[in-house]
């Protein structure tokens, strides 16, 4: 079992950035792939970014690629997503998840442990 806990969520104008974390408890961090997702309201839940176990593989939503970055530090437990050249259509809540296989890494039933989530506001 992991426990997940995301923090650095904001309020940011336009063009601006932000450095998401999730921190980890529990056993083995680096034996799950981490995924961040985000949901607007009255919208479902979207895939944003995943970083394999290792940190040697990442992936990226089309809309995201070149400006959010997913890293992570499995001495610390804890994985990011440092978020640049943000738009009013990033504003949504992001959540931090896990799981234990690879592949399919943008179908949030694959994912078995997820956060509470951080409000991320992009004004323009």
């Known amino acids: 079992q992991v426990q997940l806990v995301e923090s650095g969520g904001g309020l940011v104008q336009a063009g601006g950035s932000l450095r998401l974390s999730c921190a980890a408890s529990g056993r083995s961090f680096s034996s799950y792939y981490m995924g961040w997702f985000r949901q607007a309201p009255g919208k479902e839940r979207e895939f944003v970014a995943a970083i394999s176990w290792g940190g040697g593989s990442t992936y990226y939503t089309d809309s995201v690629k070149g400006r959010f970055t997913i890293s992570r530090d499995n001495a610390k437990n804890t994985v990011y997503l440092q978020m640049n050249s943000l738009k009013p259509e990033d504003t949504a809540l992001y959540y931090c998840?896990?799981?234990?296989?690879?592949?399919?890494?943008?179908?949030?039933?694959?994912?078995?442990?997820w956060g509470q989530g951080t409000q991320v506001t992009v004004s323009s």
């Open positions: 998840a896990a799981k234990l296989a690879s592949g399919t890494n943008n179908d949030t039933g694959k994912y078995g442990y």
